[in-house]
């Protein structure tokens, strides 16, 4: 899968798999044949009005190191495309903007690129919104109606953008082929996305997708040819007014997901040991840790929809998607803040309520726009560990993960909420000193206690670092096989303005937590 930027792909979706196994494990895609030449607009006044809205993006990315995190990487210049929803608002994908420290729009009514300032970024659905102050380019470029719903399979569906290989917009046209519940953001988040045959390029990201003159989705990725033909996909407007209604509510939450493991119900065997007709379908539970489900449940309904024994749900239209499609629906704003299922347990049917919560306030989770949290001690640099880290080619800590018997793996799989934990790391290898001869020091590895004291999340452990002041500094580590690490304290911490002058670090520690590091020990 491919993310349609002009400066090429730039990975955002990331499986448990993808950071094991190799990138041909992924799927890949796109394109036949160069798009057709764009249509003449003079000539259609529908298709001359909705060209009028679209908007083409030229971005300076500065991404932050994540495991040296006071490191900016090298300055990437992108393009892609964007549509107007609302006058002075610009809809297009994050990966466009993410971490862009200029955002310049441009068509063919503005003699010069005109600025846009992110306003709302949201990384699980891949979207984000860019206000633009600028009467002249509101007043020209006015905002495109979106579709209530979904598209019919089937549709005509017209692709506008600004693909790389030339700068005049480009449109290309096709059908629609499905909708889905499936991969639409980072780190293979969920939601609605519509899979067309209209041919996109890199540069298209962001651009819109019209049926019958109303936006129909955005378009946020393709195939890369060689796997498969003329397969493209667009994240549907429910995903984009879900970001809209989670912006006003001052929080992007992302979609709500079912914290349970579950299995499907087509096995005869199972179906007699549960005592499960033939009239009844469901799915069986194996694991909800918070509750409310147990093992052995059989979730039949959720959100109002039946469960059929594959673990699918029929929604409008007559489409089969996945059941997570009736929990990520749920409306919280509307809808209150617990989601109604129906399921049998012990051969009696009963009606629950599970928490209408999603996935990205985990142990381990996404951070932003390269605000990623450190603290430099002597030779060390720590942080919490954070989604962003297992993209960084010189993490090493993805075979900790499976071979180091620490809790990595088991936080990246639980995306239950974190109730304000974390879990400290140390994000890179040991700087020179003469302090660390002797140790070996992997990246990714994770703090257990500080001189024997545990902690609930970074704020604490930098307490404890802090305000220790034993003679000595003794640091252990979760994971199988990693040494302890030892050393006088004074020296340590009198290393570290030596050790952070050498490497190039003008500050001690991140902006969120340097006045908690300055201030006098309890």
């Known amino acids: 899968m491919r993310n349609l930027n002009s400066a090429g792909s730039r990975l955002i979706l990331v499986s448990i798999l993808a950071l094991a196994a190799p990138a041909a494990a992924r799927q890949a895609a796109t394109q036949s044949p160069p798009p057709p030449a764009p249509q003449d607009a003079s000539a259609d006044p529908e298709a001359n009005r909705l060209r009028g809205s679209v908007i083409k993006f030229k971005c300076k990315l500065e991404p932050r190191s994540a495991t040296r995190p006071w490191k900016l990487d090298p300055v990437e210049e992108i393009g892609g495309s964007g549509v107007v929803i609302a006058p002075g608002k610009v809809l297009t994908n994050a990966h466009v903007v993410h971490e862009a420290t200029e955002v310049l729009l441009e068509t063919d009514k503005t003699p010069l690129p005109v600025p846009g300032k992110v306003i709302a970024i949201d990384l699980g659905r891949d979207l984000a919104l860019v206000e633009v102050d600028d009467a002249d380019f509101n007043s020209t470029h006015p905002a495109v109606e979106m579709m209530t719903g979904l598209p019919k399979d089937g549709s005509r569906v017209t692709v506008m953008g600004y693909p790389m290989g030339g700068e005049s917009m480009s449109t290309t046209s096709g059908v629609v082929s499905r909708s889905e519940w499936s991969d639409v953001g980072h780190h293979k988040e969920e939601g609605m996305r519509v899979q067309v045959d209209a041919a996109v390029n890199f540069g298209n990201s962001g651009g819109p997708a019209f049926v019958e003159g109303k936006l ?179 993490f090493e800590g993805r075979r900790l993960m499976y071979f180091g018997g620490g809790p990595t793996l088991q936080y990246l799989m639980d995306t239950r909420p974190s109730k304000g934990r974390d879990l400290v790391a140390v994000l890179c290898p040991l700087m020179s000193s003469p302090l660390a001869r002797g140790y070996n020091v992997t990246s990714g590895q994770t703090v257990k206690t500080v001189n024997g004291k545990t902690f609930t999340n970074f704020g604490e452990f930098v307490d404890l670092m802090r305000d220790n002041a034993d003679e000595w500094l003794v640091l252990e580590f979760n994971e199988q096989g990693v040494e302890r690490l030892v050393f006088r304290r004074a020296d340590f911490m009198e290393s570290t303005e030596k050790i952070m002058d050498a490497n190039g670090i003008r500050q001690q520690a991140s902006k969120d937590i340097r006045d908690r590091w300055t201030q006098k020990p309890k």
């Open 216 to 394: 129909a989705g955005l378009v946020f990725s393709g195939m890369d040819k060689g796997m498969a033909d003329n397969i493209s996909y667009l994240i549907a407007t429910e995903e984009i007014g879900r970001m809209m209604a989670e912006m006003k509510s001052g929080k992007i939450e992302g979609n709500c997901v079912l914290h349970a493991t579950t299995q499907t119900l087509e096995n005869p065997a199972l179906r007699k040991k549960l005592g499960i007709g033939a009239s009844t379908s469901g799915v069986v539970v194996i694991e909800n840790k918070d509750g409310p489900l147990q093992p052995w449940d059989v979730l039949t309904k959720a959100n109002g929809l039946t469960i059929d024994n594959k673990g699918q749900v029929t929604i409008e239209g007559g489409r089969k998607v996945d059941m997570a499609c009736a929990f990520g629906r749920f409306d919280r704003a509307k809808d209150g803040t617990t989601i109604p299922v129906e399921l049998i347990r012990g051969g009696q049917a009963m009606k629950v309520d599970v928490p209408a919560i999603g996935e990205r306030d985990g142990v381990i989770r996404d951070r932003q726009n390269g605000e990623y949290p450190y603290l430099v001690c002597g030779p060390l640099v720590f942080g919490p560990l954070h989604r962003g880290l297992f993209d960084a080619p010189d």
